[in-house]
């Protein structure tokens, strides 16, 4: 059984920033392409990151525009966890973020939530003004 659990979340100043991870358990964590989406309240989910798996830790990533630039994905395969680095955060970044995997070939970027079989809970941001 493949569980994700989201944590590093809460409230920041507009500004500041904060790092999400996202631990993976069951399954095989380095071939699962991954990805985070958020939902704000009376907002329909939306994507936000993705990162392919590839050699090690590397994989191809993609932004929505929304947060290029001050948003960084990344994953650690040992450790089963992926981050989402928040730069510069907005009061429109608030929202729950969720994190998502689904198995995938080499080097896959996933971007529609309808592609993903695992959720996690997800955890909210909130960010200030």
């Known amino acids: 059984q493949v569980q994700l659990v989201e944590s590093g979340g809460g409230l920041v100043q507009a500004g500041g920033s904060l790092r999400l991870f996202c631990l993976v358990s069951g399954g095989t964590f380095s071939r699962y392409a991954m990805g985070w989406f958020r939902q704000a309240p009376g907002k329909e989910r939306e994507f936000v990151a993705a990162?392919?798996?590839?050699?090690?830790?590397?994989?191809?990533?993609r932004y929505a525009d929304s947060v290029k630039g001050r948003f960084t994905i990344s994953r650690d395969n040992a450790r089963k966890t992926v981050y989402l680095q928040m730069t510069t955060l907005k009061p429109e970044d608030t929202a729950v973020y969720y994190c998502a995997a689904d198995e995938a070939p080499r080097q896959v970027i996933k971007t529609a939530s309808f592609e993903y079989d695992y959720w996690g809970q997800g955890i909210q941001v909130t960010v200030s003004s």
């Open positions: 990162i392919a798996w590839y050699m090690g830790n590397s994989g191809s990533t």
